[in-house]
């Protein structure tokens, strides 16, 4: 496959889960503001902005930005309606449509009219959010990345197009969960409850049916990062992540397969997967915001180790004549 279409699925698959976890994310950030007035609103919108990497966001958490106070508006204008930001849900869902033209001969039909038309109905999403509040906007696009993965899911075959599109899924989503989980566990009494967390990664319902009982803050935070059946938690993802890396290295480099990891991707995914596998929880959750950093580094790491491996386009080698005796 041509280093330029899979570079394109790629971040396919990163963009359209980037816009989905920042649709939950801020939906419940802002439902906590509706539903409870006792909330500092500055506070808690400086501490998202902090824990998202937004460049407007000074870094410190309770702090101003340096142009505009940390307020609701802010947050729905860097998050969600920038445009020229990859980071926010219009931007995010804009490049995946971009993407996907520079990959439509890999791509089946349907993804890309499902890509085409939620990048069209965004113009029109975006004033109905901004005139009749944000959640129609962040329920659509929910919706409509559903959609995408499941179009792949059940269009595309399990060839190296699928691998690398899933490829940036995981990855994303690894980051992504750790981000939310960071908001309950470093926002200090702006968090919100472990309850709407998990609400806001879709495994409130899994967690109540898998422990019977009451959301436990320990038990809440070991199943979003060791979980091996729920999709969205963070173990769940590298398990993914690592499982394509292995294909790719399989399908790419010959007797791959006597020679182990062959990759630095594999390498940086495989010892994240290991530590969360072998770490006692215990240990694991007292270690955990130093925990969270270093998944958040891992992904960056393992990005740009893929991009080196499989999108760097090769110099073409040159024979160099030998210099007569």
Do not use: K
């Not at 919706?143 to 190296?160: I, K, P, Q």
């Amino acid at each position: 496959m041509l280093s330029r279409i899979a570079e394109s699925l790629f971040w396919i698959g990163r963009y359209v889960e980037r816009a989905d976890d920042t649709a939950r994310i801020l939906d419940v950030h802002t439902q906590r503001l509706v539903e409870d007035p006792w909330i500092d609103e500055r506070r808690a919108c400086a501490n998202l902005l902090a824990l998202m990497g937004s460049p407007t966001a000074v870094g410190v958490v309770g702090r101003e930005t340096a142009d505009r106070e940390a307020d609701t508006e802010l947050v729905l204008d860097t998050l969600a309606f920038d445009r020229t930001s990859p980071s926010s849900i219009v931007g995010a869902l804009s490049a995946a449509r971009e993407n996907a033209r520079g990959a439509r001969e890999v791509l089946s039909a349907e993804i890309w009219e499902s890509l085409n038309v939620t990048h069209n109905a965004l113009p029109q999403q975006r004033t109905m959010a901004r005139r009749y509040g944000p959640h129609s906007l962040f329920r659509f696009v929910r919706e409509r990345s559903a959609m995408v993965f499941g179009l792949a899911d059940a269009t595309m075959s399990r060839d190296e197009s699928w691998l690398f599109l899933i490829l940036g899924r995981s990855l994303e989503r690894v980051d992504m969960t750790s981000r939310i989980i960071s908001t309950r566990v470093l926002a200090g009494d702006a968090a919100p409850s472990w309850t709407l967390v998990l609400r806001s990664t879709g495994a409130y319902e899994p967690y109540l049916r898998t422990y019977r009982g009451m959301v436990n803050s320990s038990r809440a935070a070991e199943f979003l990062l060791l979980d091996r059946l729920f999709p969205r938690s963070v173990f769940a993802a590298l398990e993914q992540a690592e499982a394509c890396l292995a294909e790719l290295e399989r399908s790419t480099i010959r007797d791959a397969a006597r020679i182990g990891v062959a990759g630095e991707a594999h390498r940086i995914v495989g010892r994240a997967r290991t530590m969360l596998e072998f770490m006692g929880t215990p240990e694991l959750l007292a270690q955990l915001p130093s925990r969270l950093e270093e998944l958040q580094r891992m992904c960056s790491a393992a990005s740009a180790a893929v991009t080196h491996r499989f999108f760097t386009e090769q110099a073409p080698q040159v024979w160099v004549p030998e210099e007569a005796g």
